[in-house]
Protein backbone atom coordinates (compact mmCIF):
# COMPACT_ATOMS: atom_id res chain seq x y z
CA UNK A 1 0.00 0.00 0.00
CA UNK A 2 1.44 3.00 -0.76
CA UNK A 3 1.43 6.12 1.93
CA UNK A 4 0.70 9.35 1.25
CA UNK A 5 3.63 11.75 3.33
CA UNK A 6 2.41 13.06 6.59
CA UNK A 7 2.47 16.36 5.51
CA UNK A 8 0.07 15.55 2.74
CA UNK A 9 -2.80 14.64 5.24
CA UNK A 10 -2.95 18.15 7.38
CA UNK A 11 -3.69 21.05 4.92
CA UNK A 12 -2.69 24.17 6.58
CA UNK A 13 -1.08 23.96 9.53
CA UNK A 14 0.56 20.95 11.51
CA UNK A 15 -2.27 20.33 14.17
CA UNK A 16 -1.25 21.26 17.88
CA UNK A 17 -0.85 18.08 19.78
CA UNK A 18 -2.59 17.26 22.49
CA UNK A 19 -1.39 18.02 26.18
CA UNK A 20 -0.48 15.29 28.31
CA UNK A 21 -2.54 15.95 31.34
CA UNK A 22 -5.54 16.06 28.64
CA UNK A 23 -5.07 12.75 27.40
CA UNK A 24 -4.67 11.44 31.24
CA UNK A 25 -7.71 13.13 31.83
CA UNK A 26 -9.85 11.69 29.09
CA UNK A 27 -8.81 8.37 29.37
CA UNK A 28 -9.15 8.57 33.05
CA UNK A 29 -13.00 9.47 31.98
CA UNK A 30 -13.05 6.73 29.44
CA UNK A 31 -12.51 4.20 32.13
CA UNK A 32 -15.18 5.13 34.64
CA UNK A 33 -17.70 4.99 31.40
CA UNK A 34 -16.49 0.92 31.40
CA UNK A 35 -16.89 0.90 34.87
CA UNK A 36 -20.40 1.88 34.37
CA UNK A 37 -21.00 -0.54 31.33
CA UNK A 38 -19.69 -3.45 33.42
CA UNK A 39 -22.54 -1.87 36.12
CA UNK A 40 -24.92 -2.57 33.93
CA UNK A 41 -23.73 -5.70 32.37
CA UNK A 42 -24.56 -7.00 35.88
CA UNK A 43 -27.99 -5.61 36.20
CA UNK A 44 -29.07 -6.83 32.94
CA UNK A 45 -27.77 -10.38 33.99
CA UNK A 46 -30.19 -9.83 37.21
CA UNK A 47 -32.79 -8.98 34.81
CA UNK A 48 -31.81 -12.41 33.59
CA UNK A 49 -31.46 -13.95 36.38
CA UNK A 50 -28.36 -15.13 36.50
CA UNK A 51 -27.17 -13.75 40.25
CA UNK A 52 -23.35 -12.49 40.16
CA UNK A 53 -22.41 -12.21 43.01
CA UNK A 54 -19.16 -10.84 42.29
CA UNK A 55 -16.56 -10.75 40.17
CA UNK A 56 -12.75 -10.23 40.90
CA UNK A 57 -9.94 -9.25 39.41
CA UNK A 58 -6.87 -11.10 40.56
CA UNK A 59 -4.62 -10.11 37.55
CA UNK A 60 -4.65 -9.00 33.97
CA UNK A 61 -5.29 -13.15 32.67
CA UNK A 62 -7.12 -14.41 35.68
CA UNK A 63 -10.82 -13.11 36.49
CA UNK A 64 -13.21 -15.02 39.21
CA UNK A 65 -16.85 -14.78 38.78
CA UNK A 66 -18.79 -15.93 41.74
CA UNK A 67 -22.65 -16.65 40.86
CA UNK A 68 -25.74 -18.45 40.71
CA UNK A 69 -27.74 -20.47 38.00
CA UNK A 70 -25.31 -20.29 35.61
CA UNK A 71 -22.87 -23.10 34.12
CA UNK A 72 -19.60 -23.07 34.45
CA UNK A 73 -19.64 -22.60 30.54
CA UNK A 74 -21.62 -19.62 30.76
CA UNK A 75 -19.14 -18.15 33.19
CA UNK A 76 -16.53 -18.66 30.73
CA UNK A 77 -18.63 -16.88 27.87
CA UNK A 78 -19.04 -14.28 30.35
CA UNK A 79 -15.50 -14.09 31.00
CA UNK A 80 -14.45 -13.94 27.48
CA UNK A 81 -16.78 -11.16 26.73
CA UNK A 82 -16.06 -8.86 29.81
CA UNK A 83 -12.26 -8.81 28.49
CA UNK A 84 -13.83 -7.61 24.95
CA UNK A 85 -15.58 -4.70 26.49
CA UNK A 86 -13.04 -2.21 26.56
CA UNK A 87 -12.20 -2.94 23.39
CA UNK A 88 -15.58 -2.87 22.10
CA UNK A 89 -15.99 0.81 23.30
CA UNK A 90 -13.01 2.12 22.38
CA UNK A 91 -13.56 0.63 18.31
CA UNK A 92 -16.61 1.94 17.93
CA UNK A 93 -16.49 5.53 19.95
CA UNK A 94 -13.62 6.00 18.38
CA UNK A 95 -14.54 4.69 14.39
CA UNK A 96 -18.04 6.20 15.07
CA UNK A 97 -16.88 9.49 15.69
CA UNK A 98 -13.35 9.98 13.81
CA UNK A 99 -11.18 9.63 16.38
CA UNK A 100 -13.35 10.88 19.53
CA UNK A 101 -14.19 8.59 22.67
CA UNK A 102 -16.46 10.32 24.88
CA UNK A 103 -13.65 11.04 27.25
CA UNK A 104 -11.59 12.67 24.32
CA UNK A 105 -14.90 14.35 22.86
CA UNK A 106 -15.64 15.90 26.62
CA UNK A 107 -11.21 17.30 26.86
CA UNK A 108 -11.44 18.65 23.15
CA UNK A 109 -9.57 16.15 21.97
CA UNK A 110 -9.25 13.73 19.00
CA UNK A 111 -6.91 10.63 17.27
CA UNK A 112 -6.09 11.23 13.56
CA UNK A 113 -4.14 9.14 11.32
CA UNK A 114 -0.84 10.30 10.21
CA UNK A 115 -1.48 9.02 7.06
CA UNK A 116 -4.74 9.17 6.17
CA UNK A 117 -7.63 12.23 6.26
CA UNK A 118 -9.77 9.58 8.28
CA UNK A 119 -8.99 7.36 10.82
CA UNK A 120 -10.17 3.74 9.60
CA UNK A 121 -12.04 0.94 11.57
CA UNK A 122 -8.65 -1.26 11.30
CA UNK A 123 -6.71 1.98 13.21
CA UNK A 124 -9.34 1.89 15.36
CA UNK A 125 -8.99 -1.67 15.97
CA UNK A 126 -5.40 -1.52 15.82
CA UNK A 127 -5.33 1.42 18.87
CA UNK A 128 -7.24 -0.52 21.19
CA UNK A 129 -5.69 -3.87 20.89
CA UNK A 130 -2.43 -1.71 21.83
CA UNK A 131 -3.89 -0.63 24.86
CA UNK A 132 -3.44 -4.16 25.80
CA UNK A 133 0.71 -4.15 24.49
CA UNK A 134 1.35 -0.63 26.52
CA UNK A 135 -0.59 -2.32 29.54
CA UNK A 136 1.41 -5.78 29.02
CA UNK A 137 4.89 -3.70 29.25
CA UNK A 138 4.33 -2.75 33.02
CA UNK A 139 2.90 0.69 31.71
CA UNK A 140 6.26 1.69 29.72
CA UNK A 141 3.90 1.37 26.63
CA UNK A 142 1.80 4.72 27.92
CA UNK A 143 4.76 6.25 29.92
CA UNK A 144 6.85 6.73 26.61
CA UNK A 145 4.40 9.75 26.07
CA UNK A 146 7.23 11.74 27.96
CA UNK A 147 9.86 11.30 25.93
CA UNK A 148 8.83 10.57 22.58
CA UNK A 149 8.60 13.96 20.08
CA UNK A 150 5.53 13.95 18.99
CA UNK A 151 3.63 12.23 22.62
CA UNK A 152 3.38 9.17 20.49
CA UNK A 153 2.53 5.98 23.27
CA UNK A 154 2.98 2.77 21.98
CA UNK A 155 -0.32 2.40 20.97
CA UNK A 156 -0.55 5.61 19.38
CA UNK A 157 3.42 3.94 16.82
CA UNK A 158 1.28 0.74 16.64
CA UNK A 159 -1.70 2.38 14.69
CA UNK A 160 0.26 5.37 13.32
CA UNK A 161 -2.08 7.71 15.44
CA UNK A 162 -1.34 11.39 17.13
CA UNK A 163 -3.61 12.59 19.05
CA UNK A 164 -4.45 16.72 18.99
CA UNK A 165 -6.17 19.72 20.03
CA UNK A 166 -9.46 20.33 18.00
Not at 120 to 144: D, K, M, N, P
Amino acid sequence: MKYKKRQDCFFENEPALSSIPRRIFAILIDIVIIMFIFYLILIISKLLRYEIKYITWKNFNHIEIGAQNMSEKSIQYLKIFLAFVPTIYFVLTTYLTNGQSLGKKLLGIRIVSIYHHRISLWHCIERSLGYVASTLELGVGFIQIFWNPNRMTLHDRIAETLVVKI
